[in-house]
């Protein structure tokens, strides 16, 4: 694994002024490096070289913290994704921001889980893609939904990979998950399970299907199909082609 930070940033982070902004950046810088089992208060003040009780005046709990760094992950969200007339298509690029902001921090995503974001840079994502559905005719308070959906979804798609790669709790690695489900669906006797076998060859006989996208096709189809149902039929929507 890597240092943390060289001599040299050391030094530099020592002459800079203590502000909310640093305690959180080398929080963050911290998780990543060393994964959330580093994380505390302490640490982040060792690694500032101050005492714990000096970040307390910008971050009031390691709690607190955490709610930052959930919030500061949100600032690598390319905001040019909601650049176009079809909601549609930003959900999907949202959606895949997501993913690839998570995979990049990792050891953060089980923090989402369970947790409602809250900060500036998730508020700047929400009404970006809030405006968009708006746009298309989609009434505001289901915005909420929408948002709550694709990055519950993402997050416990990423978290799945996570725990694959890590090995934590014995848990198989994918790939070890599906030779075991393969094994598994071969080991079941074709008269009883006739279904089961010809799915499975038909399987294996075609394209592999991304799972994530899969995943997002089917939430984006539906919730085009719940919008046309609870909205005036008057507005309409714009669908993607």
Do not use: C
């Not at 714990?52 to 910008?58: E, F, Q, V």
């Amino acid at each position: 694994m890597k240092p943390l930070q060289t001599e040299s940033n050391q030094r530099s982070k020592k002459r800079n002024i203590l502000s909310r902004q640093l305690i959180v950046s080398t929080a963050l810088e911290i998780v990543d490096n060393e994964g959330l089992q580093s994380l505390s208060m302490r640490r982040v003040g060792k690694e500032l070289n101050v005492s714990p009780g000096a970040l307390y005046p910008y971050i009031e709990s390691k709690e607190k913290l955490t709610q930052a760094l959930i919030d500061a992950i949100f600032q690598e969200v390319n905001l040019e994704i909601f650049n176009t007339t079809k909601w549609q298509q930003s959900i999907r690029s949202m959606g895949q921001e997501l993913r690839r902001i998570f995979l990049k921090h990792q050891d953060l995503v089980s923090l989402t889980l369970g947790r409602i974001p809250i900060g500036p840079n998730f508020a700047i994502v929400l009404e970006k893609m809030m405006a968009t559905l708006v746009s298309n005719g989609v009434p505001g308070y289901l915005g909420f939904y929408v948002g709550d959906i694709i990055g519950l979804y993402t997050a416990a798609f990423v978290y799945e990979e996570y725990l694959q790669k890590s090995g934590e709790n014995q848990t198989p690695t994918g790939e070890q998950n599906v030779s075991d489900f393969r094994d598994f669906l071969a080991s079941l006797p074709e008269k009883e399970f006739p279904n089961i076998h010809r799915a499975a060859v038909d399987h294996n006989n075609n394209k592999m299907v991304d799972r994530y996208e899969f995943g997002l096709d089917v939430l984006i189809q539906g919730l085009e199909a719940t919008f046309e149902k609870k909205m005036p039929i008057n507005l309409g929507l714009r669908k993607s082609n």
